[in-house]
């Protein structure tokens, strides 16, 4: 049971069905079964689902100093079924829930700007889009704040509770339902979500015979080619410490990227990271059979451009901004020299102001970094004309 206190199935036939529960949670008030439209789940089980997820996060970002929620938190929190097999279903739902103060103007600009960033575990791949469509309407209109009457003699903004239910593949092109773990998070501005895990399943094999031979020859492919790739005699693109590098952190990636560039022009982002590598990450000799499987998920044997690397690992920037309809995600394939275990170590320095889907707009935006389970940013970055 997650956030919402919802069964798997209740994503696609009532998603709200604890409205009344979930908002005497986010309150702090006692659960009453008797005011919720549908059987609400206890203050027990809402409570085990939330301080759940606040360890999740309180665990990934120890700098953010998470807390259990109390009553009266703002935020925003998502949720999702565990599994979703993809032969009875074409698309991965996610129901969530805004709480903040204001006006309707801050419940446009989440509309506006919020963003999905959605990651496929088994091969590391990150995939983004705005998490409503282009100036949608609300699928559900916010609750209303309290009536004037009820308020103290102290004027104050009202706290709003808006409810949304999104689809992945309506969001997200290119996104499929392969078999993989996948995990979701809501971005907009300085605010994310907590991250949910949805795993996408194949049909079961009812041949015993069928799935053992599946299994002893699944591939989990073989790591794509360093990119962007060295150019002989430019400082830029490099894969080694430099004097900008961030600080080694002990988990997860450090960023360092200027304020403000100018569009078109240089823009050298330096990053650390301290990651764990996927089996197809690693860099391996070409092995026939193996790479025949490997192409059947994509993922084919390559000469990754460097014999002294050790494993090629997937690291994505994401660009958010108000200028784009669409975040910008820029995929880099880093090297890595070092061990594996625990986690891989290594650095990057990068022009993204050389990569051909750089944004070109003159605007602010917001840039992220994301590989696998770790995101971190947001990163401000102005670009003027």
């Known amino acids: 049971m997650g956030l919402l206190g919802l069964d798997d199935e209740d994503f696609w036939s009532d998603p709200f069905r604890h409205r009344a529960a979930v908002i005497a949670r986010l309150d702090g008030l006692p659960v009453d079964d008797d005011d919720a439209p549908a059987p609400a789940p206890s203050d027990e089980a809402l409570d085990d689902a939330w301080m759940a997820s606040v360890a999740a996060f309180a665990a990934e970002h120890p700098e953010a100093g998470a807390s259990a929620p109390e009553g009266g938190d703002t935020g925003i929190f998502l949720d999702a079924p565990a599994t979703v097999r993809n032969d009875l279903r074409d698309d991965v739902p996610l129901a969530g829930v805004r709480r903040?103060?204001?006006?309707?103007?801050?419940?446009?600009?989440?509309?506006?700007?919020?963003?999905?960033?959605v990651v496929r575990l088994a091969s590391n791949e990150v995939f983004a889009g705005r998490l409503f469509a282009w100036k949608e309407p609300a699928d559900s209109p916010p609750t209303p704040p309290p009536d004037a009457s009820e308020e103290s003699d102290t004027l104050r903004e009202p706290l709003v509770t808006d409810f949304f239910v999104v689809r992945v593949r309506e969001r997200i092109a290119g996104f499929s339902m392969r078999a993989s773990p996948v995990r979701a998070v809501v971005l907009c501005g300085d605010e994310r979500s907590n991250a949910v895990t949805v795993s996408?399943?194949?049909?079961?094999?009812?041949?015993?015979?069928?799935?053992?031979f599946i299994a002893a020859n699944r591939s989990p492919g073989f790591p794509r080619a360093i990119s962007p790739a060295r150019i002989a005699g430019a400082p830029l693109p490099t894969y080694l410490r430099t004097a900008e590098s961030?600080?080694?952190?002990?988990?997860?990636?450090?960023?360092?990227?200027?304020?403000?560039?100018?569009?078109?022009?240089p823009c050298v982002?330096?990053?650390?990271?301290?990651?764990?590598?996927?089996?197809?990450?690693?860099?391996?000799?070409?092995?026939?059979?193996?790479?025949?499987?490997?192409?059947?998920?994509?993922?084919?044997?390559?000469?990754?451009?460097?014999r002294d690397a050790t494993a090629v690992l997937a690291i994505h920037l994401l660009l958010v901004g108000d200028a784009l309809l669409e975040p910008v995600v820029l995929r880099l394939d880093v090297p890595v020299y070092g061990p594996l275990a625990p986690v891989a170590r290594g650095h990057f320095?990068?022009?993204?102001?050389?990569?051909?889907?750089?944004?070109?707009?003159?605007?602010?935006?917001?840039?992220?970094?994301?590989?696998?389970?770790?995101?971190?940013?947001?990163?401000?970055?102005?670009?003027?004309?």
């Open 100 to 117: 903040y103060t204001g006006s309707a103007a801050a419940a446009q600009r989440f509309r506006e700007r919020a963003t999905l960033v």
């Open 269 to 306: 982002v330096h990053a650390s990271f301290a990651l764990p590598v996927l089996d197809r990450e690693v860099v391996r000799p070409f092995d026939a059979t193996q790479d025949r499987f490997a192409r059947l998920v994509g993922a084919p044997w390559v000469d990754v451009g460097d």
């Open 349 to 385: 320095a990068v022009d993204l102001g050389a990569h051909p889907a750089m944004v070109r707009v003159a605007g602010r935006y917001a840039l992220w970094a994301a590989s696998g389970e770790v995101l971190v940013g947001p990163h401000a970055l102005e670009i003027t004309a």
């Open 200 to 212: 996408v399943d194949d049909a079961p094999e009812r041949d015993e015979a069928v799935a053992a």
């Open 246 to 265: 961030p600080d080694d952190p002990s988990y997860g990636i450090a960023l360092a990227a200027p304020s403000q560039v100018r569009s078109g022009g």
